[in-house]
């Protein structure tokens, strides 16, 4: 692929992880030599605050793009970990709701050279179906599903897959988001626990889909790393890390290879 791998990471429900992964995912595959941007489609801005970047200080944010008060290089904000397009709640005020859904599509259309400069791309969504979801969905390679290892976390997410297959407004689109490989990460996972156990195995053997092998183990330290604006990912000693670890090798190697390996099986982007 000689343009930039493009993961959504999503789930309608909140505090299962989204933000802290999209943050480690990218800062993990920086890591490993890769140029990655962040792009935070989800308001609250907490992409930003993860890198220790104070959103509303920033000249532009991405509702400004697509607003077209400016590129989508004007965006970029370079941090040391990854280069972030941050977001804030004033998108509220520049964006009408009910964007079409390929409006991020005619973005990068339009600016091919940020497609091209780098590896990957990362779009963290809110925690809704809503447009934005939309429109990071149908612009991506891989729709990323993050959810926190439990029974309820797990409720809804085949139906978020057929709302979102239903609302492709073209042919192209919607073929497009039906093949596209739809991994699932569990997160805040405790594996010694007699209830995490069981969740593992009821998980595993109703879940359709493709699940990985990396599972992101419970662990204050993401909750300090947020707080302090510093990606898991560099802080030692933890479980987190050595797992945000594994699944930025896994994305390196879906770049390199056109496959993303799960569990049980492998799907060719």
């Known amino acids: 692929m000689n343009r930039a791998l493009i993961t959504c990471v999503a789930n309608n429900k909140g505090g299962v992880g989204k933000t802290t992964t999209s943050i480690n995912l ?76 390929n409006t991020l599509f005619n973005i990068f259309t339009a600016n091919p050279k940020v497609l091209t400069y780098y590896d990957h791309i990362v779009i963290d969504t809110p925690p809704s179906i809503d447009s ?3 429109n990071a969905a149908f612009v991506s390679d891989i729709f990323l599903l993050v959810t926190e290892h439990s029974k309820f976390s797990m409720i809804g997410i085949d139906i978020l897959l057929e709302v979102l297959g239903k609302m492709a407004t073209t042919a192209e689109m919607k073929q497009k988001f039906a093949t596209m490989p739809k991994p699932i990460l569990f997160t805040m996972v405790d594996s010694r626990s007699r209830i995490g156990k069981m969740v593992q195995a009821k998980v595993e053997k109703t879940t359709t889909g493709l699940i990985l092998d990396e599972r992101i183990a419970r662990s204050i330290k993401v909750q300090e790393s947020l707080f302090e604006g510093v990606p898991v990912i560099h802080k030692s000693n933890n479980p987190a890390q050595l797992g945000y670890k594994a699944l930025a090798k896994t994305f390196h ?14 799907i060719n982007l």
């Open 132 to 134: 934005m979801t939309f």
């Open 26 to 101: 990218s800062a993990g595959l920086t890591a490993l030599g890769n140029k990655v941007l962040l792009i935070d489609l989800d308001a609250q801005g907490n992409c930003a605050y993860g890198l220790n970047i104070e959103p509303y200080e920033e000249a532009h944010t991405i509702a400004d793009v697509f607003a077209k008060k400016c590129s989508l290089s004007d965006a970029i904000v370079r941090t040391k970990y990854l280069d972030l397009i941050p977001n804030n709640l004033y998108s509220y005020t520049k964006v009408k709701p009910g964007i079409p859904n």
């Open 253 to 266: 190697n879906a770049k390199i290879t056109g496959r993303i390996n799960g569990k049980t099986q492998f």
